[in-house]
């Protein structure tokens, strides 16, 4: 028996794999790349705005002795989509891993004081049509290839609602995302993987500047009380992704540490 490499195959179980993790140059992306470079894939990472952010990171996973490379497209537009399919192809044969992380952000900054209205439609064209055409893009490539892995992001509210502006519209975003999941998994099965990870209170950069009211909120409504980490969204993501989980498709997996039901406050 070949212990080392038994070892090695489980410390980095995604050795030889491609994966390429949309919307990584900062937060939770940044995590999820870091984490499936660590566990041995071949990682680029994505982002739009932030090219400091994403070479940066890329910089400092490749000084780290991990394999990285970064893509600056916007994926709300079908230029931007294609850009990115174009340039990861330019550099890999294959993709092993996709993981559709990518969202925008209309809580913060400038984007905080748009109408309802603007609001929604950039959340669809990020998350919803970003999400929807990469995939069965992607998709129709990892079949062809009769292997691959493609994670979405969700959230665990969407199962259940949540009251005012902000629920409405991310109950709507990221519960079409986990319903296009199931039909995708279904469509690519068996070759292909899909699954969607929803995750609960995530401390980002919102839950850092969040009001005593979320902060309570967000420790309350966990069973295991308290803040997610980007560190557990990322964790999970390298289970879906890794072989141990190859007969899970079509999943949604939670990532909230137990949602507390009861009297949800609004």
């Not at 990115?84 to 809580?107: F, K, M």
């Not at 068996?190 to 500047?209: L, M, Y």
Request: proline share 3%; aromatic share 6%.
């Amino acid at each position: 028996m070949n212990t080392s490499a038994n070892l090695s195959s489980l410390s980095q179980p995604l050795t030889g794999r491609v994966a390429v993790v949309t919307g990584s140059s900062s937060g939770i992306g940044a995590e999820i790349a870091g984490t499936l470079a660590r566990a041995g894939a071949s990682v680029v990472v994505h982002g739009h705005r932030g090219e400091s952010r994403a070479r940066e990171l890329t910089e400092a996973l490749v000084g780290g002795g991990l394999t990285a490379s970064y893509v600056i497209a916007d994926i709300s537009t079908t230029e931007g989509r294609a850009q990115l399919l174009s340039e990861v192809e330019a550099r890999h044969p294959r993709v092993d891993i996709w993981v559709n992380n990518a969202g925008a952000d209309v809580l913060t900054g400038a984007a905080a004081k748009w109408s309802f209205e603007e609001k929604l439609a950039r959340l669809w064209q990020v998350d919803v049509e970003g999400t929807i055409l990469l995939s069965r893009a992607v998709g129709r490539c990892m079949k062809e290839h009769k292997q691959g892995v493609i994670v979405n992001i969700g959230w665990d509210q969407a199962e259940h609602g949540m009251a005012g502006d902000s629920g409405e519209m991310f109950t709507a975003i990221k519960g079409s995302i986990m319903a296009f999941t199931r039909s995708l998994a279904q469509s690519l099965a068996p070759e292909v993987r899909v699954n969607c990870v929803a995750p609960g209170w995530i401390k980002t950069s919102w839950g850092d500047d969040a009001s005593e009211y979320w902060q309570q909120r967000a420790i309350e409504e966990s069973l295991r009380a308290r803040w997610g980490t980007p560190a557990d969204v990322a964790q999970a993501i390298l289970y879906l992704v890794s072989p141990a989980a190859d007969f899970i498709t079509g999943h949604t997996l939670p990532v909230n540490g137990g949602f507390r039901f009861g009297d949800l406050r609004t």
